[in-house]
């Protein structure tokens, strides 16, 4: 399903699947919005910067999120840090 999506290919030679940019935008821009939401009280000029180039109106920032953990039992932000580098 995710390579008819065009998120991953396959290799010829592997049986490995790796992310197209595609893909790994979809990753990158999603765990943009769960650190937005865990860290923030609105979205972040870089966000809105994101949701400008897309094309797509602003939502309403999340009020009611209390974690960013998934339903699936894993944290998608576990190894991002939080402090300035």
Not at 72 to 78: F, K, V
């Amino acid at each position: 399903m995710l390579n008819a999506a065009g998120l991953v290919r396959k290799w010829s030679t592997s049986v490995c699947c790796f992310p197209t940019l595609r893909g790994r935008f979809l990753l990158d821009f999603t765990r943009r919005l769960l650190l937005d939401v865990a860290t923030g009280t609105e979205w972040s000029a870089h966000t809105m910067r994101l949701f400008y180039a897309l094309g797509v109106d602003t939502p309403e920032f999340p009020t009611d999120a209390t974690s960013c953990g998934s339903h699936y039992g894993r944290n998608l932000l576990a190894g991002i840090l939080f402090t300035p580098p």
